[in-house]
């Protein structure tokens, strides 16, 4: 089975990288559903972030820099993105990097804890009973399977990321099941007063997750992963009075340019962090490593330094600089005018004429020969080109092309 591992760009955290790599499954599940697309979200662990605070910029906290929100903040947040798509937290604790389920004798790992705990929700008569007094148990098995069935791609990332304790995990499927219920009964044009009662969806939830977890734990359980997902998504920054609102337009700002300062500091680390992604035994050959702009400098600076060749049989990039900063001299791997070593991959590289991000590197001087320079069109001013390359049709018909 082919594996694509996505390799973000600078600034790529939370929310916005769960959507993007829903989008591209669903652009390969039309192409491709062979592959296996593994993601790779290494700015939230290693990009840059405000360690004293914001305490280097004037007046951050009076400027509505760093806001948190309260939990109930938190709660309501999380549930507004659950009623619009019930895989929502489960997309986010996906986003975890894989974990080795190693096999210990007379002990289940904790993926088949998991699973085993999830199987147990089909069989348990005292869960359906309780469904069917609030309402939802006419679609609460549909639901589940929706859920955490063998065609549910969400809940199988969820096992190969899973470590104890599971507590998170268990309430994040507990809320997506809740959440698929909803939808299930508006599509059958059901409606139970849970639609609209918080506290009997609330019961609902805490049912469920006391059957996953074979406690009393409560459904307040939000998996620290999730925590640091949600963290300052409750309020927007948008306005005129930059000034008066500095910490806020930091916050949505900073993690751009500072990413591309952490990596030019200590781009090892991120370079270690996708080499482990590659060479995790969950990750089956040929490898694709498809990088979008920071991402391909540090895709290909890692397979200079590293002879990879045994998994990855390919290397895409997007809207990449990695040519500009080798004809500059800043490639932390390969100083200007040596060449690409021989153990080097095939290399495919996008790049749109409107996006003032993306290079080109088969020319002279570059990489001549050595990789293959595609253009696409996003039809979409600067700087919105530069990340409107995932919905593109041009952009996948290229990356099918060369998949293994």
Known sequence: MTTVIFVHGTGGRKEAYAETLQQMEQA?????????????????????????????IPT????QGGQVPTPEDENVRLWENLYNDPFYEMRLLSLRPLQTQRIVPGQSTPSQELRSR?????????????????????VFQQACEVITGGNSKQFGRLLETASRPLEGDYA??????????????????????????????????????KTLTRDETSRGVISNWTKSQLTGLAFGFGTNKIRRKRGAVMDGTYPFAGDIMIYQAKGEKIREFIRGQIEHEQVEPPVVLLAHSLGGIACVDLLIECDLQDKVKYLITV?????????????????Y?????????????????RD????????????PGKLVDVQVDNRQPFPEAHGAYWANEQTWNEIEKVLP
């Not at 951050?60 to 400027?63: I, P, R």
């Not at 991000?357 to 001087?365: A, D, R, V, W």
């Open 60 to 63: 951050y906290k009076e400027s």
């Open 172 to 209: 994040a499927i507990a809320r997506a099941i809740v959440s698929m219920s909803r939808v299930l009964c508006k599509e059958q044009e059901l409606y139970p007063w849970l639609l609209v009662d918080d506290q009997l969806r609330n019961e609902a939830v805490d049912a469920i997750q």
């Open 337 to 353: 005018g040596e060449p690409l070593p021989k153990h080097f991959p095939k290399w495919l590289n996008i790049y749109d004429l």
């Open 28 to 56: 390969l599940q039309k192409r491709r559903p062979d592959v296996k697309l593994v993601p790779c979200l290494w700015g939230d662990p290693l990009g840059a972030k405000l360690n004293a605070g914001g305490a280097s």
């Open 118 to 138: 999830v199987e147990s929700l089909s069989t348990d008569t005292e869960l359906q009973a309780k469904m069917n007094v609030l309402g939802i148990g006419a």
């Open 319 to 335: 809207g990449s600089q990695a040519p500009f900063f080798y004809e500059i001299g800043a490639l932390q791997t390969l100083p």
């Open 356 to 367: 003032f991000l993306s290079y080109i590197g088969n020319c002279e001087g570059v990489f």
